[in-house]
């Protein structure tokens, strides 16, 4: 059984960094596209990044482009998500997210496990 376990939320004033981690177990990380996903309060939950299986492709939200950076350590089974310039719109929960994909994958309802979750808020 395949599980996802975020960690590294926290609280960071406007304009700092965090970095998010998810470790996942099992031995097929390697076949998944791997994703982060947010839920803020009141609001439906949102893509922020992807990466690809193998090649490593990478996709983002357009509002968190040239600040999050995603990648991939298919030897530790872990993904990161380095968040740097952070602003108050972008706290929420955030989600690692698993996909049985060769690509990249946006759509929600297009990943098959996600982790618990962690909390990323940011104070302006």
């Given amino acids: 059984q395949v599980q996802l376990v975020e960690?590294?939320?926290g609280l960071v004033q406007a304009g700092g960094s965090l970095r998010l981690s998810c470790a996942v177990s099992g031995r097929t990380?390697?076949?998944y596209c791997m994703g982060w996903f947010r839920q803020a309060p009141g609001k439906e939950r949102e893509f922020v990044a992807a990466?690809?299986?193998s090649i490593g492709i990478?996709?983002?939200l357009d509002s968190v482009k040239g600040r999050f950076t995603i990648s991939r350590d298919?030897?530790?089974?872990?993904v990161t998500l380095?968040?740097?310039k952070l602003e108050?719109?972008?706290t929420a929960i955030y989600?690692?997210?698993?996909?049985?994909?060769?690509?990249i994958v946006v759509a929600i309802g297009g990943y098959d496990l996600w982790g618990q979750g962690t909390q990323v808020t940011v104070s302006s």
């Fill in 74 to 78: 298919n030897a530790k089974n872990t």
């Fill in 51 to 53: 990466i690809s299986r």
């Fill in 7 to 9: 960690s590294g939320g």
């Fill in 95 to 103: 989600y690692c997210a698993a996909a049985d994909s060769h690509g």
């Fill in 82 to 84: 380095q968040m740097n």
């Fill in 88 to 90: 108050a719109e972008d």
């Fill in 58 to 60: 990478t996709y983002y």
């Fill in 29 to 31: 990380f390697s076949s």
